[in-house]
Structure formats: C-alpha cells, structure tokens
C-alpha cells in the first residue's frame, strides 16, 4: 500500500493523501520518496484543477526518518544525497506544474513536513495550540534538507530566516499567519478541503512568488550592502553559542548564504550537500542518540513503574528561598495548586514574588496576559501553618542542606499529611536512605532534585532510597513530566548522580591553577562545549557551600569508619576560604566582582597557584575537564546508582552543562572509542594522578570491543 494515496473529487482536484501504512505518523523516508515521487509523475500526467495535499493522520507530517539518518556513513551517504534530490526535484516539478496547489495541515507539521508544506503555493492550518509548525532539524545535529533552507530564505529573506533554521525557532498556526508561512486558518478539520477547494477555483494559474521573473529575496542577498554589514558578524555570533562545537548551524548558514547567490535548483543541491555531510557525522550520530532514541526513552517512562498515571492536584513547597520559590512558580505555571510554607508568613511572601517577578517580565514582553498572570498566582498559597499542608497529595521540602533541620520539617509535614501522600527531599546530596529514617512512611520518602533556577533548568533527579516504593517513583516521575521537565531516576549513593560528578568538574578545574592561567582553565572549557568554566561555576555555587558538603562528607564517612580521600584541589580551596574569598555571594572568589562593571576573573589570586612558568597543553586541560566527569559516570553506573545509559547521557548535558556535542558523558567514551578512551585516561593518570585510572570494566570492555 502507497504512502502517497491519489484520488480526483467532482472538482477536477486532485488530492495528495499521505497515510503511512502501519505507521500512527508519517514520515519521510526511502518507500515515502518512491510513493511520492510515483504519484505526481503519475498525476502530471492526468489533467487537473489543482491539487490538495492532506493528511489521513492526527498530524500533518512528523519529519524525517530519524533511524535512517541515524545509519548514514560514508558508505551509503550518496544514497541519501539521491533520495532528497529525488524528492526535491518532485516538490519543485510540483510546485512548478501550472496549477495551484493547497497544503491543509491538520496538526503538528515539523521538519520534512513543513518542508512538503512550503512547497505548496497555499498553506491552510487549523488555528489550534496542538498545531506546532517548523523546521528543528538543527536541534539534532541536521539541517531542513527538503528545500526548507531554499524555500525559507526566498521567502523571508536570510535575516529573517535565521531563527527559525538556525535555532530550529518553532510556532504556532496564529504566528504563521504573521511570519507570512501559513496563508490561512480554519477552525476545524471540516473546513480544511472546503477552504482549499475554494482558494483553487479562485486562482487557477499560481506561481510560487520567488518564480515570478524580477522576484528579489526579502532584504536582499549577501551582496547587498545591509546584508554585508549583517553577515560576516553571523558566524562570530553563532560560535559564541556553540563554542564552535556544533556543525550544523553553521552549515545552515552555509547552505542559506550560498544557496541565496545562486538559482533554485542551484540552491537544492547545494543545501543536500550540507545535509548528507551533517548526517554521516559522528556528532550528529551523538546528539540523535540522546536527544531523540534516549530522551524519548525518558519521556515514554522507561524507567517508571508500571500502573496508571496520575496528576498532582495539590503539591506543598516547604521552604521559599531560591529554590522553593522556584518550584512553586513551575508547579503553579502547569496549573498546580501550591502551598508554599516558611518558618514565617513573611518569608513564604517574599517567595511568592519571585513568581510576580517572572510573570511580570513574560508580561511586558506580552508572552502572557494578565489575567493569565493574576490565575497563576491566585495558585500559590502563602503560609506559616503547617496545617495548610493536609490535603496535599506531594510535599516537597527545599530546605537547606542540615539533617537536623530536614528531619525536623519531615515529621512536622507527616504530622498532617494524608497516609498516601508522597513526601519528597530536594537534596542535592544527603543519602536519600539517611534522611528517611526520620519518616514514619519511608516507603514513601524520596529524592525529588532539582537545578536552579528551577524555572529554567529542564532536568530533575529522582532518587529511590532502600525504602522507596513504587507509588513514590511513579507518582515522582508523573509529576516531573507534569512540570514539562525530563525525569532520570537514581539509586541512593552520597551526592548520588549529578552532584557527584559535578563535584569531579569543580575540583578538577581548580586542581588545574597550579599548572595553568585561570583565563586557560576557563577558555579550555568553553572550547569543549561547557557553557560555563568551572571557576565561574564555583563562584555561582560558592566555596562556602562546596565546603560544607565536604566537611559533612568527612564526618559521616569518619561515622562508618572511613576517610575521604585528598584532591589537588584541596590546598586551592582551603587558601580561598582562608582569604574569604568564597563566591559571588560575597562580592569575591575566583573572579571579582565591582559593583559597576561585570566580572572579571582575579589574576593576582589565581596566578598564586600556579606552580610553573610553563601551562599544560590546552588538550591536556580540555580532556582532564571531559575525562573526569566521564569516568565518574563510569562508577556511578557500575555501581548501579545510575539505572540507565540515557540516564547518564541526559542527566549530564540538562543538568551539568556537559558539551551537547558529545552526546552526553557515556556516549562521549562511545564516540571516542572505548579502547582509545582507556589509552589516553591511562596517559592523564600517569601525568596528572590516579583518580584518571580507568576502572577495569572499562578495560575489559576496551579488549572485547564492547560500547556503553
């Protein structure tokens, strides 16, 4: 059965019906490009009014064939570049045929969708929030290269083209009407093929506009003198996002400069170029793996217990400093019913402005109304009482990081809490297991870990604790995805996942002052992708609080009869603690910071440590940084504190800044070759210390050619 189903209506007009076989979407892959290009070979053939292309599917059109792309190598990379040419060259015969042709778009038309869609001389879309249009390509490591990168530039000039393919920009079908991509909008389904037979019969002889004789591209094209005060600044900007370390925006923009100097077909083949050398590249292959095959995983509850979901009516924040605030604002935007508790009515007020503050900026940027802002906020409940928190059916406590103080708000929230409420800890270190022993329900305790701001940070960390059930995971996990965040489940370890290997990273880019410039430290890693060097990411946390995590560990571990061991860093840390020079916070740390100007780092400080004249290599710094945390991740999952690869590879890049490029911590040992990996982390051990060793699986794994 076709992909592509061919009927003529009473109206002479033909009607392009994509309906994948056995598929709940459709995609554009090898048997679609063969239906597709069949099929209008066959109707140019026929005599027809126009056409109308329309889909039997809840959406429009999904995309591209994500495995396929996935499976390009050099071996059969001209196949690809065979495919979109074959079907580019079909959109042009089509768009080109003398007839007007009409996409009605009844949901989400992302990716090679919205490319079949600009190829049509009439867009129509049902004016519904579901309906989601775009070209995202960008976000996995590709580029739109079913003439999205051509037709987006003729149409809206390459200044204006830039967000939506650069960025992978997506939009609604009300914001369509305004960019000039959609044409039309209806309110259901039914209207769709009524609107498109209509708009036919009114124009019976259509052109694209960029087929018109005299056409010029919107703003001109890179010779014209706006655009060549724009352009050459484009790719400085671009670099200063990705650290260079991303491709495929700046391929887009290759593609987009080039294609605009030459003609349509010229263009096309120029963009599939771009597109099939993005596909056959290994960091395409790492952004594909986690961000579509492992985060859909996520989504889809991989790691969740079975059983029906459930939505948070009522959630309790217990604590409104940054952090608590910030969970009441996520809660309360989703439409969550909040109760936000302090030790006093005017604390819990004060945390509730942090939402005021938010939704007043989306206000005066009209990313919201007023009376959306006033809902939200009528959501939070303020409060001193802790008999506020009785019917909440998930407590959160945000306080700070004291056992004391923790178990003394678990059992004051259990004292009026329902039996089958879940209470969770946001502990970003302290033993889930630990902090339970003050709950009188600890098969209902767990981690529920989230990242400041919590506003904009997409990731939480759930930790299962010995006690932890599955009503307590699953109810977490449901909540998390009702947040709009990813959820990676942990098991219970000392700074479990994140906050262990987030510790190595700190540590080791202090550890690095004794043998290279600060400025080299924090340059190496905005070169290998971190959005933040780890001095600049030490200040914002502060020494003070790295401090206390670590004088707790001593004490605790000294409890079990163990030490911890030392770290280069440690004499570092201990002289800036001495000279209270401890972070932001305090005006001071690793960077200064003037009230009138922006930071900068503190070179007569930092230079105190360095031991040598001469700095490392700048590899050699750039590794230490990537190898460090990925051997952490190694440990964690062989111990089995982490319960998946995904996990990992997630958790790493939405939580802890790790380079996107990489694919995340244990893809970037998989991309980098387990037994190559093994070779040079022996090297680093042997140059800069043992906490580098490999640790024997991965030996063994480098030996039988096993990956993570």
Known sequence: ????????????????????????????????????????????????????????????????DIDMLAQTTDDNAQQLYDMTMDLKNTMRKLETCGKPVVACINGAALGGGFELALACHHRIAINHPAVQLGLPEVNIGLLPGGGGVTRMVRLLGLQNAM???????????????????????VDSADELVLSATKWILANPETVQPYDVKGYKIPGGTPSHPAMMQMLPITPVMIRNTTKATLPAPEAILSAMVEGAQ???????????????????????????????????????????????????????????????????????????????????LEGALRG???????LQKRLDKGRTTQEKMDKTLDLIHCTDD???????????????????????????????????????????TLPITGLAQASKRPANFIGIHFFSPVDKMPLVEIICGESTDDKALRKSYDFTLQLG???????????????????????????????????????????SGFPVGPLAVTDEVSLTLIDKIHQQTIKDMAAEGLSVESHPADDIIASMLSQERVGKL????????????????????????????????????????????????????EEKVLRSVGDANIGS????????????????????????????????????????????????????????
């Open 485 to 527: 965040k990813t959820p990676i489940v942990v098991n219970d370890s000392r700074g479990f996942y994140t906050s262990r290997v987030f510790k190595t990273f700190v540590k080791e880019g202090i550890s690095l002052l004794s043998e290279a410039d600060a400025a080299e430290v924090e340059n190496a890693a905005w070169l």
């Open 586 to 637: 305090a005006g001071k740390g690793f960077y200064d910071y003037p009230a009138d100007n922006n930071k900068k780092l503190c070179t007569a400080i930092t230079h105190a440590f360095k031991k040598s004249e001469k700095s490392i290599p700048l590899i050699d710094i750039k590794e230490r940084l990537l190898f460090i945390m990925a051997l952490e991740t190694v440990r964690c999952y």
């Open 262 to 344: 030459v003609d349509f077909d010229g263009a096309c083949r120029i963009e599939s170029r771009y597109f099939v050398e993005l596909a056959r590249c290994q960091i395409s292959k790492n952004i594909i793996n986690t961000f579509w095959y492992q985060q859909n995983e996520i989504k889809a509850g991989k790691n969740r217990p079975a059983g029906d979901k459930e939505k948070c009516k009522k959630v309790a924040v217990l604590g409104a400093g940054m952090m608590g605030a910030g969970i009441a604002y996520s809660s309360a935007i989703k439409g969550i019913a909040v109760v936000l508790k302090d030790a006093s």
């Open 1 to 64: 059965m076709s992909s592509v189903q061919y009927q003529i209506d009473n109206n002479n007009i033909a009607h392009l019906i994509l309906n994948k076989p056995g598929s709940s979407v459709n995609l554009m892959d090898m048997p679609f490009t063969r239906d597709f290009v069949n099929t209008v070979e066959t109707l140019l053939t026929e005599k027809f009014a126009g056409v109308i292309m329309r889909s039997e599917k809840t959406t429009f059109f999904a995309g591209g």
């Open 386 to 428: 802790i008999n506020d928190l009785a019917d909440c059916d998930l407590v959160i406590e945000a306080v700070f990081e004291d056992r004391a103080l923790k178990a003394k708000v678990t059992q004051e929230a259990e004292s009026v809490i329902s039996d089958n409420a879940i209470f969770g800890s946001n502990t970003s």
């Open 653 to 708: 890049i939405f939580g802890l800044g790790y380079p996107q490029w990489t694919g995340g911590t244990l893809q970037y040992i998989n991309q980098y070759g387990v037994k190559a990996f093994v070779e040079r982390a022996q090297q680093l051990a042997e140059l800069y210390g043992e906490r580098f060793l490999p640790t024997q699986r991965l030996i063994d794994m480098a030996v039988t050619g096993e990956t993570l």
């Open 352 to 358: 509730k402005e942090y939402s005021r503050n938010i």
């Open 163 to 185: 967000p939506y393919l650069t960025q992978g920009k997506l939009f609604k079908a009300a914001q369509g009407i305004k960019n000039g991509l959609i044409n039309m909008l």
